[in-house]
């Protein structure tokens, strides 16, 4: 794919005090493909997935154990997680899944899944909305499925959605975010994942975010950052949580992704176009940019549409196959 024009791009110029290595937490099989309405084939969940792994990325969120009811896309969390035994085995990549309660957990982990993440809310709509319970209700739902699976020697992400604004609620207090945050964490996850849902975050709140939560406590480096681009604000925002130290980044291949919960949320920081901005910066990723944006024109075919991914798009600028192909 690597055509003369760009074989030696983007020029590396690197800027001072920034991670010398980021983890990208591929987000693209779970939260980037929940939102499609046509129900994509377990097998072609199950290759995407591999061909993520081998494209270089270390971390893949693989699928999350609701009630089908709620996210019918995975509800064959069941049938994709065992072909999924071959990448997450001695030194293999790897596979989060997010389980909503108990019984969620319980599915996961029968299955053999090790690494473990729920996703709460900063703001009372949002949880009423997407979990029908009050903030504190759903952290008491938490407890015990952090605890259990911590028992288990999982590892444990905490999500938490709406951190810089929400579509009900308007503009989303600092403090409240951190109030919420903190409580999540001290139930014991290993890692938090600050969720800009509705894309509305700008560089200056997302590092008073940070450093607030760092105030109380809450240390750099067990935080990721979860950005959308409906305001066209994803890297800059991402490029502002490095300069503050943080080293753990969520990104959707193809920029695919949203929220059925939230119609505002449109698609999530394309991985391909973090990936370009990192290689410019010299940060390494250990991520083949070439052999991704190759990932996300396959499944732009599979779907039937064009990537939304800006770098996808001008490192491949002849239409995806149709889904036939």
């Keep these: 794919m690597t055509t003369p024009e760009r074989a030696a791009l983007p020029m590396t110029v690197p800027a001072p005090g920034l991670p010398a290595r980021i983890r990208i937490h591929e987000v693209g099989a779970r939260d980037g493909l929940q939102n499609e309405k046509a129900v994509v084939p377990t097998a072609v969940k199950a290759e995407f997935i591999h061909r993520l792994a081998a494209a270089g990325l270390t971390t893949v969120e693989a699928t999350s154990f609701v009630h089908p009811k709620w996210v019918p896309q995975l509800a064959d969390a069941e049938a994709l997680f065992p072909l999924l035994g071959d990448l997450s085995g001695a ?38 909305r997407n979990l029908n319970r009050t903030v504190a209700g759903s952290l008491a739902m938490f407890e015990p499925v952090v605890a259990r699976a911590k028992a288990d020697g999982a590892h444990v992400r905490g999500y938490l959605s709406m951190c810089f604004g929400d579509p009900w609620e308007g503009p989303v207090p600092v403090r409240q975010v951190v109030r ?52 066209g604000q994803a890297l800059s925002n991402t490029l502002a949580a490095l300069q503050h130290g943080v080293s753990t980044v969520d990104a959707s291949a193809g920029g695919l992704g949203g929220c059925p919960y939230a119609k505002s949320a449109t698609g999530n920081l394309a991985t391909e176009d973090l990936v370009w901005m990192l290689q410019g910066l010299g940060i390494d990723t250990g991520v083949d940019l070439d052999a991704l944006t190759a990932t996300s024109v396959w499944l732009a075919g599979k779907l039937g549409r064009p990537s939304p991914s800006r770098t996808v798009r001008a490192l491949s600028p002849s239409p995806a196959p149709s889904p036939e192909e």
């Design 91 to 128: 030194g293999g990549i790897a596979l989060p899944v997010l389980v909503p309660n108990e019984r969620g957990l319980e599915r996961a982990l029968a299955l053999g899944a090790r690494r473990i993440a729920v996703f709460g809310s900063a703001t009372e709509t949002f949880a009423a």
């Design 180 to 231: 919420v945050a903190k409580a999540l964490m001290d139930l014991g996850c290993d890692e938090l994942s600050l969720g800009d849902t509705i894309g509305v975050a700008t560089p200056g709140h997302v590092r008073s975010l940070l450093t607030a939560l760092n105030d109380e406590g809450v240390p750099t480096g067990s935080i990721g950052v979860h950005f959308h681009d409906t305001y």
